[in-house]
């Protein structure tokens, strides 16, 4: 058992470093992922940082003409890439900027002088990079977080669960938020968290992306029912994740 | 508490439980396909018949169905023909003679071998349908004296897709069964026919009340060569078929291999096309919509 | 004895006296729904109570099972089954207990289950009659559930002041016998007991629009039956109605390792034939796409297939499916219109 360790390596982008605060909250499973890996760039938790690296874990989106360059030059040294948590899968938070032209954005939040000449729209880092692992989430969820972890060391493909939030809510015998007149996402997005949210009482928000395959007809009944449309789950998706892919996966054109 | 003995049985043997098995042989025989064969534990004899599959099962990655690739005749070993396609048969082309893996099986019915047996046998094999009929084609050339007429076609993409190709350059030899084969789309060297595997069937003569035919290939493949067997007017329930599906348990219980009321790991994956027809609607459309 | 008496205020007492045979599952309030929990309490459980979200199903078919212990290298397979601990299901309805004759006939029927038999054989069930409907979605009059039928050790029918006791195992007599506050049943209970059955029958009615045999033609020539493209079109896919099923019994197997990389369980979890990728083979080919496929297959595992292989309804009219759809599937609907005979063109 002589076999050096994999280096991991982990470098955030555009984003809050929530996600590594995850897995540095991870305690004992973090320490026995540190008996078979070495972890050789982590800002939250070490100060030295290593140069060489075979797994690299990108957390955050991109969002500037830097960010682009900087994650290609990282990503060039990587044999294994894992976008780790909704910024870097599918955009996060930061999508909100291409809800408009960039150029109204900026002028919206800077006025007149444009401190960020570099900037560009969101993007998610497979849009960048290829991507080996994704690890969804606003959070990501710790425990899934180690699956995957487990399947980049044993060289086998994390399958993203295709099945909406509901078979685990449902498997967690939580009451149905849309029994107690609540509107959540979970029936068209991708499961993975446990159905996190809906344990602690509140609903799904979506922050995995939605599922591959939705029933865009079907949910226009059950979604009229409640008083909701299927712009409104697309604008409800908007908080996360990049709007085209989303629009798509209904057939529908993208707005701007 | 009282048990009786065989609940006592039951309550102690799990069959999820693998056996474990010794790869004795592993070639890479083409770009996508890994030969193995395997030797279960203590030599021990898997007693399968043709057209049986175990479940391959890989610690950590998962299991897999694969079709066994050799006749129950040979019984101290048997074969197995690996496509990479997912989880588990990538990590299974990983390995090497000399690594161990998990077996459970053989599921599933074979070939009904005692109806065939006295009948002419015509056996058409396209692309992958090769490595569960290679079982059949051994067995039958094992005891051959048992069976009548024998012919087989076989059909690929390319000459470079053509598994077994030692064998079946030996069965082309061979005085006691009809050999022919065609390959889609042909390269330099390729002498053979070219185009699709139903083009060879009308050439073949046979005596339709007499004849086993027997066709295992893709889901799209079936419709048109069962089409050419009912030109031929072979009957319904002497044209056989195997059947891909998700075979996850083998035990009948897990339900992802279901078509209507039928579960294929344990009444297939060998089916009549007399009992195809009773599955309409729950087929894939190249399998029963003749 | 085989029907005995307690007093209401009774109940409380008889529970404790159960305490030492095993850990207590019973029906309890979460927000609008019950569930099924750990009851330390008789007053902790709502004996009148609606189906659970998901049926008892969890404590011997779990979401989540262990099947075996592995080693990667070098290559071993562990104890296989782990000790089971004797558990009692409290305040059973009728139909889940149906559930559970299901379940039995599948799990017995060779290759047998070990794990399901293991935990079987620890179990002891409590029934509880229901003495009218829970809500306007059971249908267990059609399928005959509303009554019992074996499949328990102790059934309870509130009787008002008092329950009435039936003892149908010596696994269930031993829960009663040497209690001085439980007595044996006399004529005039027998029939205060036959009088609210009575009563109970005038309550429940057949909720289909047809028998029993007039569904068993309609699964015959309805396959086609417009009816499913309707439901695949209504479908969301979000798979409830099959998760909360208590005879659902699909499932996937999976593995997972610990972090060494070399030990490891395999376990199987819950799968439903509703998801979409249920019938796909790693080739890509999907053996059963759409939704309309998936729904039918759904009715027709509870209504035909299940009567071909065990002649054996596997709906138990419990109502759950109905209740947690948000397209508001309704399998009486979806019955009656099958039974409506609008014949595919």
């Not at chain 1, 972890?39 to 690296?53: K, L, P, Q, T």
């Not at chain 2, 195997?242 to 897990?254: D, P, T």
């Not at chain 2, 209507?260 to 994956?269: A, E, L, T």
């Not at chain 3, 008789?42 to 779990?62: A, D, G, H, V």
Request: hydrophobic share 35%; charged share 25%.
């Amino acid at each position: 058992m002589s076999k050096p360790k994999p280096k991991v390596a982990f470098f955030e982008f555009t984003d809050c470093e929530g996600c590594q605060l995850q897995v540095a909250n991870l305690g004992a499973s973090l320490l026995e992922l540190a008996k078979v890996v070495d972890i050789v760039n982590f800002r939250e938790i070490m100060s030295e940082a290593g140069e060489e690296y075979d797994v690299l874990v990108v957390e955050g989106s991109v969002a500037s003409k830097h960010d682009e360059e900087r994650l290609k030059k990282i990503a060039s040294k990587a044999k294994v890439i894992v976008a780790m948590g909704a910024c870097a899968t599918i955009g996060g938070v930061n999508n909100l900027k291409n809800l408009k032209p960039l150029a109204e954005q900026k002028k919206a939040v800077y006025g007149s002088v444009d401190p960020v000449p570099d900037a560009i729209e969101t993007k998610s880092i497979d849009e960048v990079v290829h991507v080996d692992y994704y690890v969804h989430g606003c959070p990501i969820y710790g425990p899934e977080f180690l699956k995957v972890m487990e399947c980049v060391l044993l060289g086998k493909p994390y399958n993203v669960p295709q099945y909406p939030v509901c078979v685990e809510c449902k498997q967690n015998e939580n009451v149905c938020a849309y029994e107690k007149g609540q509107f959540c996402l979970g029936p068209v997005t991708k499961a993975g968290c446990n159905s996190w949210l809906p344990n602690y009482g509140s609903v799904c928000v979506g922050c995995r992306g939605l599922i591959d395959n939705p029933a865009a007809d079907a949910q226009k009944d059950i979604l009229q029912k409640y008083g909701l449309t299927v712009e409104g789950i697309l604008d409800k998706f908007t908080l996360y994740c990049n709007g085209k892919k989303e629009r798509a996966k209904y057939g529908k054109e993208s707005q701007k | 508490m009282k048990y009786d003995q065989a609940f006592q049985e039951i309550l102690s043997a799990s069959p999820y439980r693998p056996m474990k098995a010794k790869i004795v042989k592993a070639n890479k025989v083409t770009e996508h396909e890994k030969f193995f064969r395997i030797e279960l534990e203590g030599k021990k004899e898997l007693g399968h018949l043709p057209g049986q599959f175990v479940q391959a099962s890989l610690f950590g990655y998962g299991e897999a169905p694969i079709s066994i690739c050799s006749s129950s005749t040979q019984k101290e070993y048997f074969d197995l023909t690996v496509r990479k396609l997912g989880t588990v048969t990538s990590a299974l082309h990983k390995l090497e003679s000399g690594d161990t893996i998990g077996i459970r099986g053989p599921f599933g019915n074979g070939f009904p071998l005692d109806k065939m047996l006295g009948n002419n046998i015509l056996i058409v094999a396209g692309g992958l349908g090769i490595v569960p009929l290679r079982s059949l084609i051994q067995y039958i050339l094992d005891k051959r004296k048992d069976f009548g007429e024998v012919q087989i076609l076989l059909g690929c993409k390319t000459p470079k897709d053509m598994l077994f190709g030692d064998e079946i350059a030996s069965w082309q030899k061979r005085a006691d069964i009809k050999f022919n084969c065609t390959v889609d789309k042909a390269d330099p060297d390729w002498k053979g026919n070219v185009g699709l595997i139903t083009s060879l069937i009308p050439g073949v003569t046979i005596r339709p009340k007499q004849t086993y035919a027997v066709v295992v290939g893709p889901p799209i493949m079936y419709k048109f060569v069962i089409l050419e067997f009912l030109k031929k007017e072979i009957p319904a329930r002497q044209i056989i078929v195997s059947l891909e599906r998700k075979m996850k348990c083998g035990l009948g219980k897990c339900g992802h291999c279901q078509i209507r009321n039928v579960y294929v790991c344990q009444c297939g994956p060998v089916f009549t096309f007399e009992q195809l027809r009773e599955m309409e609607g729950e087929c894939h459309e190249g399998e029963c919509h003749v | 004895m085989k029907y005995a008496i307690i007093n209401r205020m009774d109940m409380g007492r008889w529970f404790d006296s159960l305490k030492d045979r095993g850990k207590i599952y019973g029906p309890k309030k979460k927000e609008s729904a019950y569930v099924f929990r750990p009851i330390q309490e008789f007053e902790e459980m709502s004996l009148k109570y609606i189906p659970t979200i998901l049926p008892p199903k969890k404590y011997y078919f779990p979401q989540k099972e262990f099947l075996l212990k592995f080693k990667i290298n070098p290559f071993s397979t562990g104890k296989a089954i782990r000790e089971f601990e004797e558990f009692i299901l409290f305040g059973v309805h009728t139909c889940d207990i149906a559930g559970i004759q299901c379940m039995d006939v599948v799990f017995n029927e060779k290759p047998a289950d070990p794990n399901y038999l293991n935990r079987k054989e620890k179990m002891t069930i409590i029934g509880l009659e229901c003495m009218d409907y829970c809500d306007k979605y059971a249908s267990c009059a059609a399928v005959g559930t509303h009554v019992y039928k074996g499949g328990y050790d102790i059934m309870l029918t509130d009787l008002g002041d008092e329950y009435a006791i039936h003892i149908n195992s010596e696994k269930g007599d031993k829960l009663v016998t040497g209690k001085k506050y439980i007595r044996e049943m006399n004529a005039k209970d027998k029939e205060k007991l036959n009088k609210a059955f009575e009563e109970k029958l005038k309550k429940f009615n057949n909720e289909f629009d047809g028998d029993m045999e007039r569904i068993d033609k309609a699964f015959e020539k309805g396959f086609f039956s417009p009816v499913w493209k309707d439901l695949g079109a209504r479908c969301v896919g979000c798979t409830n109605c099959t998760a909360v099923c208590p005879t659902c019994y699909c499932f996937d197997v999976v593995d997972e390792v610990s972090l060494n990389l070399n030990d490891g369980d395999r376990y199987r979890v819950w799968n439903y034939c509703q998801m979409d990728d249920f019938a796909k083979v790693s080739t890509g080919e999907d053996f059963r796409a759409g939704r309309d496929a998936r729904q039918r297959h759904r009715y027709y595992r509870k209504f035909k297939y299940s009567v071909q292989k065990y002649n054996k309804y596997f709906c138990t009219g419990c109502g759950r499916c109905t209740r947690t759809c948000m397209a508001k599937i309704s399998l009486v609907e979806t019955i009656n219109q099958l039974l409506s005979g609008k014949e595919a063109k």
